[in-house]
């Protein structure tokens, strides 16, 4: 020891080629509150980088998702389960029935005098089938059959007929408001099935106009699935 004199201390030379260099000790050169306060500041820039980036990517997404979105709107865009533009509407048929690319015939109405039907009842309202039985007879119809159905019917009315009846068909649609008419090859006799919407029977003077207007055949382009079963009867109680 040599007294009187103070003892230099030099700084060890950083090796920077080596990645796990670190001053000896380290608390000679950096404060640990100072390592701290740094990789606090470093952590901070990568979290704030992060948020940018996936702010970045959701802003992006949802604007392709838009645009896209308003181009199929306003028809500049063709989505490929988007039916064309200028396509023509396909042809539309009772459920269950194949369309046919063919020119229709025109049907005119039978006479409502001795044109023989059967009423069923496909609601829960009672007496239903009874009621407009007695409207269609009143107008020269024949009814063979009163009864409930446990058919569905969507429509007001739904008129179903075999081969060879569709202008006796046409007849009793003429009298039922909404009424549309059926193709069934295994049906026996003309039937009207009255529906949950069923609303009322035509007055006389509308009655008259449709029972004399012709209108194209549904049977020329419409042929009913092979399986259709002729709705049965059920006995009123």
């Not at 988007?82 to 509407?89: F, G, K, R, V």
């Not at 059959?145 to 046409?170: K, M």
């Not at 049906?187 to 609303?199: M, N, Q």
Request: aromatic share 4%.
């Amino acid at each position: 020891m040599i007294f009187g004199r103070k003892r230099v201390v030099t700084a060890p030379e950083p090796d920077w080629d080596d990645p796990m260099w670190v001053p000896e000790p380290l608390e000679r050169w950096i404060e640990p509150e100072e390592v701290a306060e740094r990789l606090r500041r470093r952590r901070g820039r990568w979290r704030a980088l992060r948020h940018t980036v996936v702010m970045l990517l959701v802003v992006l997404v949802v604007g392709g998702i838009g645009v896209i979105a308003g181009g199929a709107v306003l028809g500049r865009w063709q989505l490929p389960w988007s039916p064309a533009p200028n396509a023509a509407p396909e042809p539309t048929a009772s459920a269950g029935a194949a369309v046919l690319d063919c020119e229709r015939a025109s049907v005119t109405p039978a006479a409502a005098a001795g044109t023989s039907v059967q009423v069923l009842n496909a609601t829960d309202r009672t007496g239903l089938a009874s009621d407009v039985a007695d409207e269609l007879e009143a107008r020269g119809f024949v009814v063979t059959d009163v009864g409930n159905s446990r058919a569905e019917v969507p429509e007001p009315a739904v008129v179903t007929f075999p081969a060879g009846a569709e202008p006796a068909a046409l007849a009793a649609a003429a009298q039922l408001s909404g009424a549309v008419l059926r193709p069934d090859p295994a049906a026996a006799v003309v039937t009207v099935l009255l529906g949950d919407t069923w609303t009322a029977v035509n007055s006389v003077e509308v009655a008259a106009q449709l029972g004399t207007t012709p209108t194209p055949s549904v049977v020329d382009c419409v042929v009913p699935p092979p399986a259709a079963v002729a709705p049965t009867a059920v006995p009123v109680p």
